[in-house]
């Protein structure tokens, strides 16, 4: 495992609580399954996020190994993707309110739209969904697969980037019962904003040259 | 009758509380080491250097060589260090200049030179995973210098 | 329906006299003196000055919290005072032992720091999976040892729950202190999402301490290293850290709580004070408000330090998990409506008042004998000051 990607994955995905939980949820509330039953659906949707994942791994090494040759200039647009990746966490994190990116299209919309039809496959299609759902901490892991020396690497990076995240995910099947579910989100939000500062002082010193953190 | 336990518990709670203020204080030396001693832990090795492995006795002084240390959450880091300690200060000679094994293979894998007066440090390197020293500590009793290693 | 002749003042009638209220002070008279002289009086006369001065001055902030019925008014001036001296004692002790508040690496490595309890949340995690602690310090031996304050810890959030921040922590003071500047607020409106900013901060940390293995608050975030000791600037990273320190206590310590009159640290961004909220959920000490004589004036909602006091929670007739128990809004409150509470027990009754004595006692001790130490070192270094020139 990379500790970088499993750090990445587990600091910003208190963010997937916000994110892939809400379309999660009414689905595994409308099945009923109980908590068993919920992890079998959660595991299918596991599944289909790590295959997207490992998907956009391949690309990041294309992009990385295209583009990332030359040292200086690998850590100049590293640095910058950085900076740009961890602003929009930021705003993401403490300035969108919840539900604003929605306006009727998007995953979750679409996916209780499909969850009436409850084919067994659907809760793979929906973790393949939200792995290219874009979100700020998909960016910034997708900037730091690129950054790795090989494919390996990068199928590495973001496999551990998916384990991090994955453990806020575990405790879905829980949130059903809980009671103030609006108050995790904002909290996860406001966790994950916070770490994009931290991810804008390393996009800023790998810009100018410095050392990297982890 | 639930409703004559909860308030009986209440009230045990809250005057158990008048009781744990200074027992908090009174018995602050014995529950310190009381926790201590029930949950073995330590100073995590990264702050304290680990465990010391060996020892060297010149005669005036002593030097002690730590475990090296990958000590991670889950597993071990690619990168750590081993500590190196002399002392006591005044004992010292100016300059130290010392070797050591640290895989066990009976030949030095470094060799690290101290000068004790301005805290200069030189390190060779005789084995592929030391990496640098990071810079001499001078401590209340002696010197210490961490030496960075790769698994 | 009883109501104070003015906000925070007990009814003539309901006040105790002199000698009972001297009777009630007897027990926490004998226990502030243990406590102060740890068992034997000092023999230098500027240190046996400042244990009398201190000792008098704690016991007649009991003396008046006994005889007038308020709480939170009597509590603050000691709170403050004793943060003010504890910077004061901290910083001084630190020069003379140290050389500077500037912690080395060195230092570290010998493990000379002082462990605080906001460090606490974030060793956790690393001492469940390596029965290692990540700080600097050492595990026992001295008073700021590690396990030391987990002891206080422990003690403090069993018998306070967060009451703690109001009559423990060492730093809450100087929050509370800038927050009571001025008479009136100038920022009245905040965005009550921001309230939860201190559970994603205790988040963030335990976090990336735990993949870290570093304290990662202390490292960047804590605003208190401005007055206590920070790590000694060698690079540009530690000059940032510096910056930070000193920019987060400047606007979480002292401009937003004068501008607002609250605990902005405390309330907004303190993740010990989050972590801490759990433990009211176990402690037997509540704040409530009684309905039927509630007249919904939201003077508490106004004045609570630490935003525990919403439209909701006052629909709930308690005060959320965050609560303080510092008291305000009961002196504040001018129906009586709002008072503490032990859990269990009948909420009607009249007995409000032995509830308040079996808070304040536990509450006082712990706040007494954690400032009485740092307000005796802090006098008897200004009485060193001002007849030796020389502080040290």
């Known amino acids: 495992m990379k500790p970088d990607g499993f750090i990445l994955g587990l600091s910003t995905g208190t963010a997937c609580i916000a994110t892939c939980a809400p379309i999660l949820i009414p689905y595994l509330l409308g099945e009923g399954k109980g908590i068993l039953g919920n992890y079998g659906t959660l595991g299918r949707f596991l599944l289909g996020r790590l295959f997207g994942y490992l998907l956009f791994a391949v690309l990041a090494w294309t992009v990385g190994s295209a583009i990332l040759q030359e040292p200086v200039r690998r850590s100049l647009i590293i640095g910058m993707a950085y900076i740009l990746f961890s602003g929009l966490l930021i705003v993401y994190g403490f300035f969108k309110k919840a539900g604003a990116s929605c306006k009727g299209d998007c995953d979750q919309v679409r996916f209780r739209r499909l969850s009436a039809i409850r084919p067994s496959w659907l809760p793979v299609a929906a973790g393949f969904a939200t792995a290219l759902s874009f979100c700020p901490p998909f960016l910034l892991a997708f900037t730091g697969a690129a950054d790795q020396a090989g494919l390996a690497m990068s199928l590495l990076f973001f496999f551990s980037f998916f384990l991090g995240t994955s453990l806020w995910l575990i405790l879905v099947p829980f949130i059903g019962a809980f009671r103030r579910f609006a108050v995790l989100q904002t909290v996860g939000k406001m966790a994950a904003g916070s770490m994009g500062i931290y991810y804008l002082y390393t996009g800023s010193l790998l810009l100018t040259g410095g050392l990297k953190l982890w | 009758m639930m409703k004559k336990l909860k308030s009986f518990l209440g009230y045990t709670w809250a005057a158990a509380a008048i009781i744990i203020a200074p027992a908090t204080f009174l018995g602050h030396t014995y529950f310190s080491h009381a926790i201590a001693t029930a949950t073995g832990v330590t100073v995590h090795p990264r702050f304290s250097g680990g465990g010391v492995i060996k020892t060297i006795d010149h005669g005036g002084y002593i030097t002690s060589m730590h475990r090296p240390v990958f000590d991670a959450l889950f597993g071990r880091t690619h990168e750590g260090f081993i500590q190196i300690k002399w002392e006591p200060a005044a004992a010292l000679p100016q300059v130290i200049t010392e070797g050591f094994d640290y895989d066990g293979d009976s030949r030095d894998d470094f060799m690290v030179t101290l000068n004790t007066a301005t805290g200069e440090t030189a390190l060779t390197k005789r084995h592929p995973a030391v990496l640098d020293h990071e810079k001499s500590y001078r401590l209340r009793n002696g010197w210490a210098v961490r030496v960075m290693l790769k698994r | ?392």
């Open chain 3, 1 to 392: 329906m009883v109501k104070k002749d003015r906000a925070g003042i007990m009814p003539a009638t309901q006040q105790p006299g002199i000698g009972k209220t001297l009777l009630l002070c007897l027990p926490m008279i004998l226990i502030t003196a243990i406590m102060l002289s740890q068992g034997q009086l000092p023999s230098d006369p500027s240190r046996v000055t400042a244990f009398l001065a201190a000792f008098i001055f704690i016991n007649a902030i009991f003396f008046l919290m006994i005889r007038t019925g308020e709480t939170d008014r009597w509590r603050a001036i000691l709170f403050v005072t004793y943060a003010v001296c504890f910077v004061i004692s901290f910083i001084t002790h630190l020069i003379e032992s140290r050389g500077s508040m500037a912690i080395s690496q060195a230092n570290m490595i010998e493990g000379l720091t002082p462990f605080c309890h906001i460090v606490i949340p974030m060793t956790l995690v690393p001492a469940a999976l390596t029965k290692t602690i990540i700080f600097p310090g050492t595990i026992v031996g001295t008073k700021t040892a590690i396990a030391s304050m987990f002891v206080l810890w422990i003690g403090s959030s069993l018998a306070l729950g967060r009451g703690f921040c109001s009559w423990f922590c060492f730093f809450g003071g100087l929050d509370e202190g800038f927050s009571r500047l001025f008479k009136k607020a100038r920022i009245k409106k905040i965005d009550l999402r921001w309230t939860y900013l201190p559970y994603a901060v205790l988040l963030l940390i335990v976090l990336v301490s735990a993949v870290s293995l570093a304290p990662f608050y202390c490292q960047w975030l804590c605003p208190f290293k401005t007055v206590t000791e920070y790590p000694e600037i060698t690079s540009v990273k530690t000059a940032l850290q510096a910056v930070i320190f000193i920019s987060l206590f400047i606007a979480l310590v002292m401009v937003l709580p004068a501008l607002t009159k609250r605990r902005m640290q405390c309330g907004l961004f303190c993740p010990m004070g989050a972590f801490q909220s759990f433990t009211n959920k176990i402690n037997v000490f509540e704040i409530r408000i009684d309905p039927g004589k509630c007249i919904q004036c939201k003077q508490c909602i106004a004045t609570c330090p630490t935003f525990s006091m919403t439209e909701d929670t006052l629909a709930e007739g308690k005060t959320g998990m965050t609560c303080v128990k510092c008291g305000k809004c009961i002196d504040a409150c001018r129906q009586n409506a709002i008072s503490y509470h032990i859990k269990g027990t009948p909420l009607t009754g009249g007995k409000e008042e032995i509830y308040r004595r079996l808070f304040i006692y536990p509450a006082f001790i712990f706040l007494a004998t954690m400032s009485g130490g740092y307000v005796q070192d802090a006098i008897a270094k200004t009485i060193k000051l001002f007849t030796t020139g020389n502080i040290f």
